[in-house]
């Protein structure tokens, strides 16, 4: 009996220290996500200096300390009060120093001592074995993502830049990822390494467009997704035949909008058939038939999208798509099948939130479409719609909160 009464309390303080221990790394994930999101502003501030634009540049050097420092104090404080001073007299500095009546030689050389404090910051709070923990990275990259995501929301509306500012932070953290990802790369499995470094790519072309920000959202959830796969933390909501449905959904409209001359929607549809449907589909149907599911995925993410990017003829292009829905069809036949699956509910179309805040609506009652969530950006008190998923890492990273 005391063996087993020593055994119990054993596995209560394990599992005590095993929650502590999973509560600090998240502070610290969470830190450290505040300090990619000032190396983000301080290229931000590069690149307006670069074009002559002292204004935007001086916003995104002053973001730093009027966003992010108040998030940093505590634990800056906690390891080192003199460095923690330091730090702030940095970041309040860096507007002064890298204004209009300061060359830009001398500019570089502030942000260059500012990312040297910054670098600081992250072995003194976060420690080196686990700043250079792929996971860690990984996890790092999908955060950023997520704000980027909302920052572009507010910043593009109907194919133009309406906030410029929050423009430049999406981009700006778009840019700090694909650092970071560079520097995990070689640790990644080579074919979700190669397909996240294609969506780089093509969210790159969206940013480029001025893309719909359900295009750019899109693209940066399927690098998420990838991400959340190789660290095992990916989740799949609703059953697989919704996901059948999706792409079955997306590749006729790819047939629809391609006839009708907008080969843009036709490739925006394309692209979400396979991010936003068939990548939850790979793994089960890789479990039945390996080489299914390699094919079709070799159809629909490169196939496909290259055909309507090439200006390819609508009779090949409706070709593809039977052939694809053919296999589609076949992997689904080998896949158990929940009795009871939910069904995809219609959206319906819902103004987007700045606008109806511009018609008269109080931002906490602003309404979002279909299954996603209203978040206030905390900076700003702006509303925002985007999924639970995003919501929750939004809260979590101090970007927004819920409306009470």
Same mark, same amino acid.
């Given at each position: 009996?005391?063996?087993?009464? =020593? ?37 931000a501030i590069e690149q307006n200096l670069d074009d002559n634009n002292a ?67 992250? =072995? ?43 423009? *430049? ?114 793994? $089960?149907?890789?479990? *039945? ?30 070709? *593809? ?14 896949? $158990? ?45 702006? $509303? ?21």
């Open positions: 009996m005391n063996q087993v009464i =020593t055994a119990f309390f054993a596995a209560i303080l394990f599992a005590g220290a095993f929650s502590f221990a999973h509560a600090e790394e998240d502070e610290k994930l969470s830190f450290a996500g505040s300090l990619e999101e000032t190396l983000g502003h301080f290229w204004e935007l540049a001086l916003v995104h050097a002053t973001h730093p300390i009027a966003e992010l420092y108040d998030s940093m104090k505590p634990e800056l404080k906690e390891a080192n009060p003199e460095f923690d001073e330091k730090v702030q007299k940095t970041l309040l500095d860096l507007g002064a120093k890298t204004g209009s009546d300061v060359s830009r030689e001398d500019a570089q050389m502030a942000i260059d001592e500012a990312k040297e404090i910054i670098a600081e910051a992250r =072995t003194i709070v976060v420690g080196d074995e686990l700043s250079n923990d792929t996971n860690f990275k990984a996890k790092l990259v999908i955060g950023l993502l997520t704000t980027s995501v909302a920052e572009y929301e507010e910043g593009v509306k109907n194919g133009q830049v309406e906030m410029m500012a929050e423009f *430049q932070d999406g981009s700006a953290f778009v840019w700090r990822t694909q650092q970071v990802f560079e520097e995990i790369r070689a640790d990644l499995p080579e074919h979700e390494a190669d397909e996240i470094a294609e969506l780089y790519e093509d969210l790159w072309t969206a940013y480029d467009n001025k893309a719909d920000p359900s295009e750019v959202a899109t693209l940066a959830n399927g690098i998420i997704r990838e991400l959340e796969e190789v660290i095992g933390e990916e989740s799949e909501e609703g059953g697989l035949h919704a996901y059948f449905e999706g792409v079955e959904y997306h590749l006729s409209e790819v047939k629809e909008t391609y006839a009708d001359g907008d080969s843009d929607a036709a490739l925006s549809h394309a692209t979400k058939a396979y991010l936003d449907n068939y990548e939850f589909l790979e793994a $089960p149907i890789s479990q *039945q038939d390996d080489a299914l599911m390699e094919e079709i995925e070799v159809m629909m993410r490169e196939e496909l999208r290259d055909m309507i990017k090439a200006g390819a003829p609508a009779d090949e292009i409706n070709s *593809q798509v039977d052939a694809i829905l053919e296999k589609l069809e076949t992997a689904e036949s080998l896949l $158990p099948m929940e009795e009871h699956e939910d069904e995809h509910e219609e959206e319906h179309d819902v103004v987007a939130p700045l606008k109806q805040v511009e018609s008269g609506v109080a931002p906490e009652e602003v309404e979002c479409s279909g299954d996603m969530e209203l978040i206030m950006k905390k900076s700003t008190g702006s $509303p925002a719609c985007v999924t639970s998923a995003t919501a929750e890492r939004l809260v979590q990273l101090g970007w927004g909160t819920r409306p009470q």
